[in-house]
């Protein structure tokens, strides 16, 4: 017996063909899908396979004199814990936002006493119109939530927002609002971020540029889907995310210390910006200029905490997940750096585009031994809901 249920109200859109695989994220989660079909939606999936993948009858025709007798429109549009419409197309969302009534998937919302939440899917200039903003705005009054739409390539050939956010996303979204909608309940993560900070002497370090944004943002994503997660970190002005242990860390020797005592872990994503090197010689007064020039530092090779994770044996996380964050020839370094340290995804970023190191947005590539994905930049905490959507699906 399902402990939650979605009615997913599938619109007409090339992107229809996303309700399928989320319907599937649904259903892995364990979470019961009650599909709508609109007369548009049909046009792009078959109601044979929505019904197979949902497990249950695909609803399409308000007067429908079988779906009346056996769960009336106003049961139906209250017989889940959440309303998610993908794609929720123009049409759909001007319906909504005007209490239009005029077939199941309209009259559905309108008579509605749950949560809703819309992936909006459309050319761009219709999503840029003025009427959908305005329809946008009155919707987001009324309580419904949103998830995208994304920016990027569309199948009419034009560039730009619109794109339905992918189903990983719209999947974590959906989790977030079904409270008790947990795929990672019991599950204990291990997650890495932040820079780390290697002393020269009592005042000066060596570091970088990472702000610690992302790891944090996927610390939260996997709690919310219920982890155990410790957040073990460098050096951030980040606060700890709720529900979150997090181990304060400054160098990359008590980060793999803090790992080694974290574990056993189902999950480890190793997402800080470890020091490659540290001085040799950590000097105990501050280093004063002098007539002979600046003093020389001599490095060595700091502990590689993904090489280590990744090693096979009794203690190792069923998933490890690293980062690559390159400046070029991006996918060529990450696929190489999976070789190198065994781990079973990296996930890659170019960090010469102008507001990722340090910024707000993220525009990722999963690299697996067989596969590469490419996702569109995004906010980070969006980004951050998908891989941890994939992780949950990846744990099963």
Same mark, same amino acid.
């Given at each position: 017996?399902?402990?939650?249920?979605?009615?997913?109200?599938?619109? @007409?859109?090339?992107?229809?063909?996303?309700?399928?695989?989320?319907?599937?994220?649904?259903?892995?989660?364990? &979470? @019961?899908?009650?599909?709508?079909?609109?007369?548009?939606?049909? $046009? /792009?999936?078959?109601?044979?396979?929505?019904? =197979?993948?949902?497990?249950?009858?695909?609803?399409?025709?308000?007067?429908?004199?079988?779906?009346?007798?056996?769960?009336?429109?106003? $049961?139906?549009?209250?017989?889940?814990?959440?309303?998610?419409?993908?794609?929720?197309?123009?049409?759909?969302? =001007?319906?909504? =936002?005007?209490?239009?009534?005029?077939?199941?998937?309209?009259?559905?919302?309108?008579?509605?006493?749950?949560? &809703?939440?819309?992936?909006?899917?459309?050319?761009?200039?219709?999503?840029?119109?003025?009427?959908?903003?305005?329809?946008?705005?009155?919707?987001?009054?009324?309580?419904?939530?949103?998830?995208?739409?994304?920016?990027?390539?569309?199948?009419?050939? $034009?560039?730009?927002?619109?794109?339905?956010?992918?189903?990983?996303?719209?999947?974590?979204?959906?989790?977030?609002?079904?409270?008790?909608?947990?795929?990672?309940? @019991?599950?204990?993560?291990?997650?890495?971020?932040?820079?780390?900070?290697?002393?020269?002497?009592?005042?000066?370090?060596?570091?970088?540029?990472?702000?610690?944004?992302?790891?944090?943002?996927?610390?939260?994503?996997?709690?919310?889907?219920?982890?155990?997660?410790?957040?073990?970190?460098?050096?951030?002005?980040?606060?700890?995310?709720?529900?979150?242990?997090?181990?304060?860390? $400054?160098?990359?020797?008590?980060?793999?210390?803090? &790992?080694?005592?974290?574990?056993?872990?189902?999950?480890?994503?190793?997402?800080?910006?470890?020091?490659?090197?540290?001085?040799?010689?950590?000097?105990? *007064?501050?280093?004063?200029?002098?007539?002979?020039?600046?003093?020389?530092?001599?490095?060595?090779?700091?502990?590689? *905490?993904?090489?280590?994770?990744?090693? =096979?044996?009794?203690?190792?996380?069923?998933?490890?997940?690293? /980062?690559?964050?390159?400046?070029?020839?991006?996918?060529?370094?990450?696929?190489?750096?999976?070789?190198?340290? @065994?781990?079973?995804? *990296? *996930?890659?970023?170019?960090?010469?585009?102008?507001?990722?190191?340090?910024?707000?947005?993220?525009? &990722?590539?999963?690299?697996?031994?067989?596969?590469?994905?490419?996702?569109?930049?995004?906010?980070?905490?969006?980004?951050?809901?998908?891989?941890?959507?994939?992780?949950?699906?990846?744990?099963?």
């Amino acid at each position: 017996m399902d402990s939650k249920r979605v009615l997913l109200i599938v619109g @007409g859109g090339i992107a229809a063909y996303k309700a399928l695989e989320l319907t599937r994220l649904f259903r892995k989660a364990g &979470v @019961g899908v009650r599909p709508i079909l609109t007369a548009a939606g049909a $046009e /792009f999936v078959t109601p044979l396979s929505l019904s =197979a993948l949902a497990e249950d009858k695909v609803y399409r025709d308000l007067f429908s004199l079988t779906d009346e007798a056996e769960m009336g429109h106003i $049961e139906l549009s209250r017989s889940a814990d959440l309303i998610v419409v993908a794609p929720a197309t123009a049409d759909l969302m =001007a319906k909504a =936002a005007n209490g239009l009534a005029g077939d199941l998937a309209a009259t559905t919302l309108l008579a509605t006493d749950k949560p &809703v939440l819309m992936a909006p899917a459309m050319n761009v200039r219709m999503w840029l119109h003025p009427a959908t903003q305005r329809n946008l705005k009155t919707l987001a009054a009324d309580g419904v939530r949103f998830v995208g739409p994304d920016e990027g390539a569309m199948a009419c050939g $034009e560039f730009g927002p619109g794109r339905m956010a992918e189903p990983a996303a719209i999947f974590a979204a959906a989790m977030k609002m079904l409270d008790g909608g947990r795929p990672l309940a @019991g599950r204990r993560i291990i997650v890495t971020a932040g820079p780390t900070a290697e002393p020269i002497d009592p005042v000066r370090v060596l570091t970088n540029r990472s702000s610690g944004r992302q790891g944090y943002a996927i610390a939260d994503a996997l709690a919310r889907l219920g982890a155990e997660v410790t957040l073990v970190s460098g050096p951030t002005a980040l606060d700890a995310p709720s529900g979150v242990r997090r181990v304060s860390v $400054e160098t990359a020797q008590e980060m793999l210390e803090a &790992v080694r005592a974290a574990l056993p872990a189902e999950a480890a994503v190793c997402v800080a910006a470890v020091s490659d090197w540290r001085p040799d010689e950590v000097f105990g *007064i501050k280093l004063k200029k002098g007539k002979d020039g600046p003093p020389t530092l001599r490095l060595v090779e700091n502990p590689d *905490i993904l090489a280590e994770l990744s090693a =096979a044996g009794p203690g190792r996380p069923r998933l490890v997940v690293g /980062f690559a964050a390159e400046t070029n020839d991006v996918e060529l370094h990450a696929r190489a750096k999976l070789a190198r340290k @065994g781990c079973d995804w *990296i *996930i890659a970023n170019d960090v010469s585009e102008p507001g990722v190191m340090g910024g707000s947005d993220n525009a &990722v590539m999963i690299i697996t031994r067989d596969h590469v994905e490419r996702w569109e930049r995004a906010p980070k905490d969006e980004v951050a809901g998908r891989i941890a959507a994939r992780i949950a699906e990846a744990l099963g």
